[in-house]
């Protein structure tokens, strides 16, 4: 890197040579030099705790190998093949500037475009053309994608990733899903939008029809024969959402036999092959500016993935502000006997918090709770990493670009008759920020001139892909509704095709499921396409899991399986006296059905024993000689006042679950007086003999084509297993979380450990095929 900020870039490796060892003894020098630095500057910043005075160093130049003849990264040419964008151009951004547009910029500007939607306008990603240059040799779409999730870089990118999954030309998932996820089996939520989504959408509905191609023959064929589904098909995301790193090379023998990895071998995940190396997975990651991602890891409850129990709680000690004297507000705290200002000082520099993405990059976690080492050690193969393996690179900082080229590279499609590509416009949700922390009172200013030095070397090197990938101009634009109104209806019509408008020009706002006053199921979005507003999701209401919610007429409702077998749930003109009238109370609300309130009502006169022949309400003795009722103390739900409304809106797709009324006030007890639904299910059930549970990685791996999707009511393991084999089905799925059982025929076993990304905690499932055990 010279004083112009310009970049050598990394030859091609031969392929006798690795390229690591060309310029690792340069570089372990190199790394040594800048632990010096490290050092030099940490001990000027406990001499003096006022703003940091120490010059910035230009660690990228000490990680980058000497020029060579050849590029591994050809400059972008135009048709004459003169340079668009060169790396000595003046017109290249220096990665220690603003990027061409500020950090801050870039964050206000995904805030904004959020909001300025609704006041009339579109995100849209204007290289989405067949004519543009750079689309004319993409990479396939990809079968099978992996994500790199580093923590606090954007959690945010599975609404692109699911959506690619779910979605398609014609229908669509809305992406608004309030993050919370509220448990059924404890009163406890949790921010997490990967597992929202999932839930809402679940694989086997929504994703597998979409990726898997259907086949024409209704039954299972026999075992010998050969599938129609095969081994190499398109599966979506693999290897969950969770934080887990990617496994290291195992076949580079000088780092299976170095000091360092026999110090972490131990703490490594089972060697089951590399996505990198050893599988056919396109691997994506987002990285972001690292002091930054502290800065949010420690506001996310701090953040440390990767650390033990007794770590962990020695780091929430240290980050506890402090008085430094009793004539003192400040709030400081303690690392290794020396004082700093403020907790975040201390996070940010307790040993195995920095060196986050170069870790996850060499297959450890996030926070280092073996060695506690800095990520300096992982630095040579991060960087190899970044520079020649991965597939995509986005920016937490430029969101939007990054979305924008993502559908580029990898969501075009080919039209075989017309030869050409053509990509479906971006759903809106997809440049929204769906997992906003709490507000920061402190920022980088606050650490004081802390620096991480093995990830400002990645980050370096990811924003230098970055933006040869992004090449000389511009993707992303927000544009007014007047504004693509007045470029259609120009000269420059023909170059639109990814905004889609009327003849006039005119954009069509398609409604969302709460526009539309829809909670569930598939609907018209008014602008000729169909939105998925999904399944209902349990464990939204305080009630118990022993109860059921099912979409009727796009509202989530809430009953008891068998009160609704006999007739007693919906009204009907086989209903009791006592449902009808308890029903006609709430007519001002022309409700159809009872609601949890009314079910326990009924139940607490049926058992008050009070009543005679004369005053009793007719049949009310059935509920208690037919098993719907048992007996109890009064419940607590009878004094909340809670209406059916509010049972409605705990459903809502942007409602949070944990705040609504009817999760913190339907609370039902195992001695309160209650309707009698459904078997009480565990959350961590014992399995039957056959039935083994879905992991994200390292278990069994089989994916088929799902051909039906059954409600269990009240039914279970042996219900579901009983339906498969009545259907000839080769494998059943059992979803605990919507008590559900997905059949799938013409399954295919895999031999890597990269599963299908879905809700895994709550799934297990029985392979039917060559007669397994019953």
């Not at 040579?17 to 003894?25: C, D, F, G, I, V």
Request: aromatic fraction near 10%; hydrophobic fraction near 30%.
């Amino acid at each position: 890197k010279d004083q112009n900020y310009s970049y050598t870039i990394m030859a091609e490796p031969t392929p006798t040579t690795h390229p690591l060892r060309q310029w690792r003894p340069r570089l372990h020098m190199m790394v040594l030099f800048a632990i010096i630095l490290a050092i030099t500057s940490s001990l000027l910043i406990f001499s003096n705790l006022g703003p940091s005075r120490t010059p910035s160093h230009d660690f990228d130049a000490l990680f980058l190998p000497p020029t060579r003849k050849e590029s591994a990264i050809v400059p972008e040419t135009s048709p004459s093949g003169e340079h668009q964008r060169s790396p000595s151009s003046d017109q290249f951004p220096s990665f220690g500037t603003n990027n061409n547009v500020t950090r801050s910029k870039r964050k206000s500007e995904r805030s904004n475009n959020n909001s300025s939607n609704s006041g009339g306008g579109l995100h849209v990603c204007t290289c989405l053309t067949d004519d543009n240059p750079r689309n004319a040799n993409l990479p396939e779409t990809p079968k099978r994608l992996r994500w790199l999730h580093i923590p606090k870089t954007g959690t945010s990118f599975i609404s692109t990733l699911w959506g690619y999954a779910t979605s398609n030309s014609d229908r669509y998932i809305d992406l608004s899903v309030n993050s919370y996820v509220c448990g059924q089996f404890h009163n406890t939520a949790y921010n997490v939008y990967d597992f929202a989504l999932m839930k809402r959408y679940p694989w086997e509905i929504y994703g597998a029809p979409n990726m898997i191609p259907p086949t024409t023959s209704k039954t299972s064929s026999s075992a010998s024969a050969p599938s129609p589904i095969q081994e190499d098909m398109h599966l979506g995301l693999v290897g969950g959402t969770q934080h887990t790193p990617l496994a290291p090379n195992y076949k580079d023998r000088q780092y299976t036999t170095s000091k360092h990895y026999q110090k972490i071998r131990p703490k490594l995940r089972k060697n089951h092959g590399s996505e990198l190396y050893d599988s056919n997975v396109t691997v994506v990651a987002f990285f972001r500016q690292p002091e930054e991602r502290i800065v949010s890891a420690f506001y996310d409850g701090r953040h440390s993935n990767g650390f033990p129990d007794l770590i962990w709680k020695e780091l929430i000690k240290s980050t506890v502000g402090k008085s430094s004297t009793s004539k003192t507000k400040s709030r400081g705290c303690v690392i290794d006997s020396r004082w700093y200002h403020n907790p975040l000082m201390c996070f940010a520099r307790f040993p195995g918090i920095a060196g986050c993405m170069s870790r996850m990059l060499t297959g450890e976690t996030c926070a280092d709770g073996i060695l506690q080492e800095s990520g300096l050690e992982n630095l040579p193969y991060a960087f190899d990493v970044v520079m020649n393996h991965l597939d995509f690179v986005g920016l937490t900082e430029d969101w939007n670009e990054s979305i924008c080229q993502f559908h580029r590279l990898y969501m075009g499609k080919l039209d075989k008759p017309g030869g050409k590509r053509y990509w479906d416009v971006p759903l809106q949700g997809e440049f929204s920020n769906v997992h906003k922390g709490e507000e920061k009172k402190l920022g980088v200013e606050s650490l004081n001139g802390f620096k991480d030095l093995a990830d400002t070397v990645v980050y370096d090197a990811a924003k230098l892909k970055f933006e040869r990938m992004v090449g000389g101009e511009r993707c992303y634009k927000y544009m007014t509704h007047d504004e693509i109104k007045e470029r259609k209806q120009s000269n420059y019509a023909a170059d639109m095709p990814f905004v889609k408008t009327d003849d006039n020009g005119n954009v069509c706002v398609p409604m969302s499921c709460s526009d539309l006053g829809k909670q569930c199921g598939e609907w018209n979005d008014g602008c000729g396409k169909t939105i998925i507003c999904g399944m209902c999701d349990v464990g939204r209401t305080g009630l118990p899991s022993t109860w059921r919610v099912q979409c009727v007429e796009g509202q989530c409702v809430d009953y008891c399986p068998p009160w609704n077998e006999k007739g007693y749930w919906f009204l009907s003109d086989d209903s009791p006296s006592i449902v009808r009238e308890t029903i006609q109370e709430q007519s001002e609300h022309q409700q159809k059905y009872l609601s949890p309130v009314d079910a326990v009502k009924i139940c607490e006169v049926a058992c008050a024993n009070t009543w005679n022949e004369e005053k009793s309400p007719p049949g009310i003795e059935s509920f208690i000689n037919t098993g719907l009722c048992k007996c109890g103390t009064t419940p607590s739900i009878l004094k909340a006042n809670l209406t059916l409304q509010d049972f409605s809106s705990a459903h809502a797709l942007n409602a949070m679950c944990r705040e609504t009324k009817a999760r913190k006030e339907a609370v039902l007890l195992e001695d309160d007086t209650q309707p009698i639904c459904c078997p009480y299910i565990p959350r961590e059930p014992d399995l039957p003999i056959g039935w083994k549970r879905l992991y994200a990685m390292g278990g069994d791996n089989f994916e088929g084509e799902y051909f039906e999707h059954i409600r269990m009511e009240c039914g279970g393991f042996k219900e579901c297993e009983s339906a498969a084999r009545q259907k000839q089905a080769e494998m059943a799925v059992f979803d605990l979380s919507h008590s559900m059982c997905y059949l799938a025929r013409n399954v295919v076993k895999f031999e890597d450990i990269f599963t299908v990304t879905k809700d895994n905690g709550s799934r297990v499932f029985i392979d039917l095929r060559n007669g397994a055990t019953s």
